[in-house]
């Protein structure tokens, strides 16, 4: 069972940034593809960024394309999402989830692991 921690939200203004973590308790870390989903109020949860295993390539919804970037430290057993330029339709709890399987996919039944969440709550 791995766990999964997010960290690093908050309140933001309109432009500004905010830089997210997620800490996995399993190793190898390197055999998950993970990614980032975020769920507004009223909406559902739906795909922001994933990055894979071992070639670390990335895909983004296009909502964030150009504005978010997502890396992971394999070491340090944790993946990140910088966000700059946010936006008041960025608010959102963040989730960070993990599959076992290689491929990133935007559904969320893909993945076998989920955090807890981390609000972020950008102001115009």
């Known amino acids: 069972q791995v766990q999964l921690v997010e960290s690093g939200g908050g309140l933001v203004q309109a432009g500004g940034s905010l830089r997210l973590s997620c800490a996995a308790s399993e190793r190898p870390f390197s055999t998950y593809t993970m990614a980032w989903f975020r769920q507004a109020p009223g909406k559902e949860r739906e795909f922001v960024s994933g990055i894979g295993r071992i070639t670390v390539s990335t895909y983004y919804a296009d909502s964030v394309k150009g504005r978010f970037t997502i890396s992971r430290d394999n070491a340090k057993t944790t993946v990140y999402l910088q966000m700059n330029s946010l936006e008041p339709e960025d608010t959102a709890v963040y989730y960070c989830?993990?599959?076992?399987?290689?491929?990133?996919?935007?559904?969320?039944?893909?993945?076998?692991?989920w955090g807890q969440g981390t609000q972020v709550t950008v102001s115009s």
């Open positions: 989830a993990a599959k076992k399987t290689a491929g990133i996919v935007t559904t969320t039944y893909a993945y076998d692991y």
